[in-house]
């Protein structure tokens, strides 16, 4: 066999092939995701790395190792949930040993390296679990590497016994996990690596190019949810599913996963020449991101709400999805509880994009920003983010409405819109709305039209009534630094600037059209917050008050003082007090306090 070497252009093919075969079976694979969390991703995880593996081979190659590298940093890039992961690491070690033989284009090399990294594919895992994707990557290696089959053989000699191999072990997981039977269906990641590795067998040993065509190159791999949920599946133990890349790592591998391992479950890790792809199941996701923001430069994440799918697969409440954007604010045990979608803001501090909300709550911004020499900023959600939860939303519900911050704030009520016009196969109604508000009286606006849906209100009456009363909230704010807002263009620049100049401490709210405005000006807090009261007051004597909320931006003393005061002034409790979202705390700055009101106008 020493004598036989590979040509890496039918390498680089059969890779590629593997890859679109992969693609290809997406959603065959989304459908039988069952274990560990039955979130129904597998397949779009898996299809996203392929597609990842596609774009980044494109350029020429010169030799095999010149392919298994570029193979390597594709798949850290591109790597996503568990199965993702163990294929990113698994790559990887094929790469790093290949690395170690004297003979980089030999079949014994290649061989050899495909053995030695299944040790790196368990170790990426916390809990190795066999039955799954880790089994039918080690049954083929090991029967690629059958001494008595190799000698003087070429690579397309070996793979097809390999193959029935990693057929037969894929088969056998059914029998392995009591999950996979209950539900008689063979592992989503086991079968993922098998169609792979046929794609790959067939092209090298037959040149035999994948059937169906790779996906458009204006189509980006979506996440496709199946709508056949399987009845036993799990409350996962931890709410989100966690993915982070880093890059300019200082630790290991093992020093990464016994930091990880008391922050959550499903927890692997992949390292490689300073890159690392981390995949955890956790309640703090914040904390995650800040404890990894201290051995590298986070380049990617994402956060998926395991939890709030799980209610919505098993106990949905109405069959109309009601989405908002996270600077609405409100309690995160209400927006659980009543299933209600937040596509998160991204907030940019650094080199780094956190994920409002999720991988960064307000009073983590103050500290992370402060020492920052340039002015944090935020962005809307992206146009794949949207198109990925409407995927997943069409397969659940009747209707989605969508209730976005005001239009004159932020570009997310066009994108997602956009989104919107983009889902013509759908039968799934969406209505987007701009609720000429922010913060807490957007919070509060959505609060109003999930009583509507639960009661049963018909979706055309539902945007119409949303539409309404839309313009019956309000939001005034305490602001005891003028700069974040002017900075941000919150408030008009001249405005502000006179304002700051002479130390008036102004109320800042929205008019009609949801653009900030400046009133009642003051030279203290204090003074401030007589005005702020006296304004509610004259609000509450023209119009009845329905509810309200305090929020605060790392503010909570003066807001409870706010809230005593209040409950004083309205006779009742408001409906919730709670810290302001991170895009807000950037405009408002810290110390902000601010209180939104729903009013009801005569004959309501």
């Not at 791999?221 to 993915?243: F, L, Q």
């Not at 954007?325 to 209400?334: F, H, Q, T």
């Not at 944090?376 to 009747?398: C, D, G, R, V």
Request: hydrophobic letters at 40%.
């Amino acid at each position: 066999m020493n004598g036989q070497s590979i040509d890496y252009q039918e390498l680089l093919f059969a890779f590629q092939q593997g890859a679109v075969q992969l693609i290809n079976e997406k959603k065959e694979l989304n459908q039988i995701n069952v274990f560990p969390v039955s979130d129904g991703d597998t397949g779009s995880n898996l299809a996203s790395l392929m597609q990842t593996i596609l774009e980044e081979t494109k350029d020429e190659s010169t030799s095999v190792i010149d392919v298994l590298e570029k193979i390597a940093d594709a798949s850290l890039l591109g790597a996503r949930g568990n199965s993702g992961i163990i294929f990113a690491q698994y790559f990887n070690g094929i790469y790093n040993n290949l690395l170690l033989q004297e003979e980089k284009d030999s079949v014994a090399s290649f061989v050899k390296s495909v053995k030695l990294a299944i040790k790196e594919a368990y170790q990426a895992i916390s809990n190795p679990v066999e039955g799954t994707i880790i089994t039918v990557i080690r049954t083929w290696a090991e029967a690629l590497n059958d001494d008595e089959q190799i000698h003087g053989h070429g690579l397309e000699k070996l793979l097809p016994k390999a193959l029935t191999e990693a057929e037969q072990a894929l088969k056998n997981t059914t029998k392995q996990l009591k999950i996979l039977q209950r539900n008689q269906v063979v592992d989503a990641g086991a079968k993922g690596f098998y169609i792979f590795i046929e794609g790959f067998t067939r092209a090298f040993v037959n040149k035999q190019t994948a059937v169906k065509t790779m996906i458009q190159d204006d189509d980006s791999v979506k996440i496709e949810v199946s709508e056949s949920r399987h009845s036993n599946a799990v409350k996962p133990n931890y709410r989100y599913c966690t993915e982070i890349l880093l890059e300019q790592v200082t630790q290991t591998k093992e020093e990464i996963q016994e930091k990880l391992s008391t922050y959550g479950d499903s927890l692997i890790v992949a390292v490689n020449r300073g890159k690392a792809r981390i995949h955890i199941h956790s309640n703090q996701p914040d904390q995650v991101l800040s404890y990894l923001n201290t051995i590298g430069q986070p380049v990617q994440q994402k956060a998926d709400d395991m939890l709030l799918q799980y209610q919505v697969n098993t106990h949905k409440k109405a069959p109309i999805a009601l989405v908002t954007d996270s600077i609405a604010d409100l309690p995160a045990e209400y927006v659980l509880s009543n299933q209600i979608h937040v596509l998160p803001m991204n907030i940019l501090i650094g080199n780094t994009s956190y994920i409002d909300k999720v991988t960064i709550q307000s009073h983590q911004f103050f500290e992370l920003n402060k020492n920052q020499s340039e002015r944090a900023t935020s962005a809307q959600p992206t146009l794949k983010t949207i198109e990925n939860l409407f995927s997943f939303l069409e397969t659940k519900y009747e209707a989605i409405l969508v209730i976005t911050v005001a239009e004159k704030l932020s570009g997310t009520f066009h994108t997602v819109k956009e989104a919107a016009k983009r889902m013509t196969s759908s039968s799934t109604r969406i209505e987007v709305i701009d609720s000429k508000q922010n913060s807490a009286a957007q919070g509060l606006l959505v609060m109003r039209a999930n009583e509507w849906i639960q009661a049963g209100l018909p979706f055309d009456e539902l945007v119409k009534q949303v539409e309404i009363k839309r313009n019956q909230f309000k939001i005034l704010v305490s602001v005891d630094n003028l700069d974040p807002m002017i900075d941000s263009g919150r408030i008009p620049q001249f405005i502000g600037k006179i304002a700051k100049k002479v130390n008036l401490k102004p109320i800042v709210s929205l008019n009609g059209e949801g653009e900030g405005k400046l009133s009642n000006f003051a030279f203290s807090l204090e003074k401030n917050e007589i005005k702020v009261l006296q304004q509610l007051k004259k609000l509450q004597e023209k119009n009845n008050i329905k509810r309200y909320a305090v929020i605060h931006a790392n503010a909570q003393g003066r807001a409870t003082h706010w809230e005593s005061k209040l409950i004083e002034q309205f006779g009742f409790e408001p409906n919730y007090m709670m810290d302001i979202s991170t895009v807000i705390a950037m405009s408002a700055g810290q110390g902000s306090v601010a209180v939104a009101v729903e009013i009801e106008e005569s004959g309501d």
